[in-house]
């Protein structure tokens, strides 16, 4: 079945290979639907205008064997997340709800960092008001915390999960959702540079047209 909509956007296509048990922790504490777990292969797609998702949706699930944590609806734009243990069956969904909406892979919108930073030592007032929006893990004063906010959103997971498996980090935190995504890493100060570096390589990666993979 095609879409009709013309004006169909395609914001985000992350496909992650193997979905790493912080980050699974954190997708499935704000879970509507089914709950991913450590392992499973993962797919976030984001588009505009965001009641899209609703029959890309339905395309999806109907392709492949595959389950949905949530369908996201904004103000601006719409949020797919699909996952299952046989990553073939999310790359399947994925190319089906594509060619639904008469678009390719190579039709996303690349990742653009918009601020990241390090602070260094944080006080156990500011750890306070973080942890009390986390899904995550808890920042420990006197910790260090990266904060990179990252346009589209959706890509937001992904980068998340490759810092988790390139570096002992603790993942606090990661919001899909919007027009700008934000991440927060925290741990002794020389994982979080680190995680840091793994981060921008992801973003940067894709802003040349890689996989983010």
């Known amino acids: 079945m095609k879409m009709t909509d013309d004006a169909l956007d ?13 980050c699974a922790a954190v997708a499935a504490s704000v879970a509507s639907g089914d709950v991913p777990a450590p392992g499973m292969a993962q797919l976030y797609l984001e588009v505009a205008p965001g009641s899209s998702v609703m029959s890309l949706l339905d395309v999806g699930l109907k392709a492949a ?3 949905p944590a949530f369908q996201i609806l904004e103000r601006e734009f719409g949020l797919i997340e699909l996952h299952s243990t ?3 069956s999310v790359q399947a969904a994925g190319a089906a ?3 639904a909406a008469g678009l390719e892979r190579s039709d996303r919108m690349r990742p653009r960092v918009i601020s990241e930073y390090v602070i260094s030592r944080v006080t156990h007032h500011q750890a ?27 890509y937001v997971p992904l980068v ?7 570096v002992k980090i603790s993942v606090v935190n990661f919001d899909p959702v919007g027009r700008f995504g934000r991440l927060y890493l925290s741990g002794d100060h020389s994982s979080v540079a680190s995680a840091r570096e793994i981060a921008l390589t992801a973003a940067a990666e894709g802003a040349e047209g890689g996989d983010l993979t």
């Open 10 to 22: 395609l914001r985000s296509y992350a496909l992650i290979p193997r979905l790493a048990p912080q």
């Open 97 to 99: 709800m594509l060619d």
């Open 128 to 154: 306070q008001l973080v942890n009390r929006e986390r899904h995550g893990a808890p920042v420990l004063a006197e910790e260090s915390l990266f904060v990179l906010e990252m346009e589209p959103a959706g």
């Open 160 to 166: 998340a999960n490759a810092a988790e498996i390139g």
């Open 86 to 88: 046989d990553v073939e």
């Open 65 to 67: 064997d595959v389950a």
